[in-house]
């Protein structure tokens, strides 16, 4: 039987772990952290096909969301296929959302009246709605469970050996070296995440890739188990994902914020509300970029985002009970992914930016079944 040792217990780790399993390789995973603490457990949890463009990105989100839904099933992960609604309030934001609607006739979307947005978004904001945008593709699932319960559920079903708790701190093919302690495999994948100092940091230093800050709250249980329906997105969101710029409208719209809220699009800041099996509602987000992150989060930051959050939503417990940043790979270079071969035998895969709930499992069952690994014999 071919072994096989993955680095990193993020979504990325966990996708390439549950790829090569299937293979047929005995894989064995090292993670720095008892458990995994990186950006998989700080994200909305938004399996997020509507921010991917058509073609080869949007292909491997639905495979992705597929696979997280079978997985979701067999390891007993609370998930919730309950859809996306972007909120628009302008009629420049009703503009490209209609646009976007036409445009993508074959993902189904529907642009809703202000009144039907209420039926489907009990949580909406009425007042001054233009109307809405609902896609019934997007899924939430609760990262910190899902973090939690995949390696478990690898372990009983492929019998992965997790290692918590060992950094590795050198790579040279078949070994893996965690302090004096060494490692090996047939295959080594490298899925470290922000971390680009440690492993190959040749391979970073090219300025293709920095870290991405992202600041994030949650606000208590909603009472009566009230649910707020799909996630809810505002016009801001249009800045944010590739897929939206496909409307001819997008510019103006893109104009009409530099002029008015420059603050906004300054710190990258979009506002998203996505509620979990507890009824909290977890919210977010800002995007500041630099090679060192900056440790301190910025009031100022969370203030624009619960100002716009308030346009947007009429919430029965407004209450926040955490706060939070989360910090991943972004290449800068246009490219969704970083996937490369350093060595023979070591394959890396990072730098998913924003969307590696959406990509990660499409993703990896396409390096490990593409880059020619064989399969275990
Ligand atoms: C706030 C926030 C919100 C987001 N929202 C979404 C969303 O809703 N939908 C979506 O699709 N994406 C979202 N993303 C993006 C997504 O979370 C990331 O793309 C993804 O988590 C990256 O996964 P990763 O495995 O590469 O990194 P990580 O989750 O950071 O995992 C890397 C792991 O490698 C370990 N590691 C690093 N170096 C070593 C070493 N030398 N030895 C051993 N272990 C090591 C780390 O400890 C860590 O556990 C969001 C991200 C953030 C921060």
């Known amino acids: 039987m071919r072994s096989a040792i993955v680095i990193g217990a993020g979504i990325v780790g966990l996708a390439a772990t549950k790829a090569l399993a299937e293979k047929g390789y005995k894989v064995t995973v090292l993670e720095r952290s008892g458990k995994a603490v990186g950006a998989s457990i700080r ?18 989100a639905m495979r992705s969301k597929s696979i997280w839904q079978q997985v979701c099933m067999d390891a007993n992960i609370w998930h919730d296929p309950v859809g996306s609604i972007h909120l628009a309030y302008d009629q420049d934001e009703l503009n490209v959302l209609s646009e976007l609607a036409e445009k993508y006739q074959h993902r189904g979307y529907t642009i809703l009246s202000a009144d039907k947005t209420k039926i489907k978004s009990p949580a ?3 007042n001054g709605l233009k109307g809405s945008l609902y896609s019934s593709t997007e899924i939430i699932v609760d990262p910190r469970e899902a973090l939690q319960k995949l390696p478990l559920w690898l372990t009983e079903k492929y019998k992965v050996q997790y290692i918590w708790g060992k950094a590795v701190t050198d790579v040279s093919y078949p070994s893996v070296y965690a302090g004096r302690d060494e490692f090996e495999a047939d295959v080594i994948f490298v899925c470290s995440g922000a971390d680009f100092q440690t492993l190959y940091p040749e391979i970073y230093a090219d300025g293709h890739v920095t870290s991405c800050k992202l600041q994030m709250m949650r606000m208590e249980a909603q009472p009566a188990n009230w649910r707020i329906g799909p996630a809810v997105c505002g016009g801001l969101s249009l800045m944010h994902y590739e897929s939206f710029r496909a409307a001819s409208s997008w510019q103006e719209l893109r104009k009409r914020y530099e002029r008015e809220l420059p603050e906004y699009l300054k710190f990258g800041i979009h506002v998203m509300a996505a509620q979990n099996q507890f009824g909290e509602i977890t919210i977010g987000d800002s995007h500041e970029y630099g090679a060192t992150v900056d440790p301190f989060d910025k009031q100022f930051i969370n203030d624009l985002i619960l100002d716009y959050l308030d346009k947007l939503v009429r919430l029965k417990n407004p209450r926040i009970i955490e706060s939070w940043n989360g910090v991943y790979a972004k290449l800068t270079n246009g490219d969704s992914e970083l996937v490369i071969s350093p060595e023979q035998g070591v394959t890396i895969i990072n730098g998913l930016g924003g969307a590696g709930m959406t990509l990660s499992f499409g993703l990896c069952e396409q390096v490990v079944s593409l880059t020619g690994i064989p399969n275990s014999k």
């Open 43 to 60: 994200n909305f949890g938004m399996v997020w096909p509507i921010g991917q463009p058509d073609g080869e990105l949007y292909e491997r």
């Open 124 to 126: 909406a904001n009425v």
